[in-house]
Structures are given as structure tokens and as C-alpha cells.
């Protein structure tokens, strides 16, 4: 079975850019979460999708956006990009949602932004 | 507000050695602790835990989790220099986003 898929794998942008990133989970998987993991902060929780909605989201502006397809694939979106936003954007799924689940990492997007 | 913290942050050891890594968490509406291993992109997942006192066992790793205490060990014995990557540990509460630690950076030297 193919694990998550990221794409791209790389990106250089410049600040007050925008970005898109994609995810694909594993097969059977309906729930798409997405992290943004830098050195300082670690893993950080962005938004969560499952059946095209977005049940849950973190502490990030609201530049950071994102959508679920009806095939369970996502996408994020960041705009007018800032010199912070340079981190490994990370994308995990599982089957459903819910608070005792093994959530699967996808290897990641590397965005740098200069 | 929910936090993991991870400890030591950095651990050298020998191959050989048995290592025991540390995560304490305070979550609101705990529901289970997650163990990954990361060594250049994707985190690999480790471990699921949901019951206390419940070893959970994969090859030479084990983890435990204790809920009156909050909080949860990875041991890791005869360790071997594949076993060098970053620990991350992480839990999810009530509301269902996993919280990460900052990580255990392991370094298994020959």
C-alpha cells in the first residue's frame, strides 16, 4: 500500500508570494491533517480535513488556508508569504478523525522562503 | 494550554547501551500518546497508547504510558546507529489535534 505522498517536495518563494502544497493519503485513509514543523517550535498543528470539511484548526493566521477534495486529497495554501513561513510542511492521515488514531507522515514539503 | 515536554532533549550513547526517553504531558481530555521516530523527513510511527500500564512492544523498542502520572517512556535496548533519529512524542486530547514535544535527538555512535 502507498504511503502519503507530498508534492512538491521542494519550493523556494519569495516573500508576499503565495503557495500551494499538496497531499495525498493513503488509500482508505478520509482524514488529512497538516503540520508545520521548524527548529524553535517543533510540530505544529495547522487545520485537519475529513469528507471535505475542515474540522479543526490551530493557532495560525488565517494566510494559512486549505481544502479537501471529494478523493480525500488536500491542499494548503499559504499567502502573502512571509519570511517565517519557512519551515517542512508536514501532512498525516488516518482513516477517520477522532482522539485515539495512528496518524501516518507523509515526507513532507521543504518551503523556503527568501 | 495543552504541552508535551520531552526529555532529555539530546542523548549520546554507545550501540549497546539501553536508552530511556521521557514525555510528560498535561492535555485537556487526554485520549492516547503517540510515539514517532524521525530520522531525515517523514515521521514513522512507533506506538499508540491509550491504557495505563500497558507495554507495548515492537523489537528492542517498548513504551508505557502511566495517566495518574501523565506520563509515558520509550526504552530502546541494545541500541544500534540506525537507531539515531529525533523522538518525537505527542498526545491527543479532547480536542483531537495531536500536541508534539520538541523531540529527543538520539545519537548511537559505534
Known amino acids: 500500500k502507498a504511503g502519503v505522498t507530498q508534492t512538491p517536495r521542494y519550493l523556494i518563494k519569495t516573500r508576499g508570494q503565495q503557495v500551494t502544497l499538496s497531499c495525498s493519503p493513503i488509500?482508505?485513509?478520509?482524514?488529512v491533517s497538516w503540520y508545520q514543523q521548524t527548529p524553535g517550535q517543533g510540530l505544529q498543528f495547522l487545520f485537519e480535513y475529513f469528507s471535505e470539511t475542515q474540522r479543526n484548526k490551530g493557532n495560525f493566521p488565517g494566510r494559512f488556508s486549505g481544502r479537501q477534495f471529494s478523493n480525500s486529497r488536500s491542499e494548503m495554501n499559504v499567502s502573502t508569504l512571509e519570511l517565517g513561513d519557512s519551515a517542512l510542511y508536514l501532512c498525516?492521515?488516518?482513516?477517520?478523525?477522532?482522539?485515539?488514531?495512528?496518524?501516518?507522515f507523509g515526507p513532507g514539503t521543504r518551503l523556503t522562503v527568501t | 494550554e495543552d504541552k508535551v515536554v520531552q526529555s532529555p532533549l539530546s542523548l549520546v550513547v554507545h550501540e549497546g547501551d539501553t536508552v530511556t526517553l521521557n514525555c510528560s504531558y498535561e492535555?485537556?481530555?487526554?485520549?492516547?500518546l503517540l510515539w514517532y521516530k524521525q530520522e531525515k523527513k517523514a515521521p514513522t510511527f512507533l506506538f499508540m497508547l491509550t491504557s495505563s500500564g500497558i507495554e507495548k512492544k515492537s523489537g528492542r523498542l517498548s513504551s508505557i504510558l502511566d495517566k495518574k502520572e501523565l506520563f509515558s517512556i520509550l526504552n530502546i535496548t541494545a541500541t544500534q546507529t540506525g537507531d539515531s533519529a529525533v523522538y518525537l512524542c505527542a498526545a491527543q486530547g479532547g480536542s483531537e489535534k495531536l500536541v508534539f514535544g520538541k523531540g529527543t535527538k538520539l545519537t548511537v555512535n559505534p
Open positions: 498525516a492521515s488516518s482513516l477517520a478523525p477522532g482522539a485515539s488514531r495512528e496518524q501516518y
Open positions: 488509500s482508505g485513509h478520509r482524514s
Open positions: 492535555v485537556t481530555n487526554f485520549r492516547s
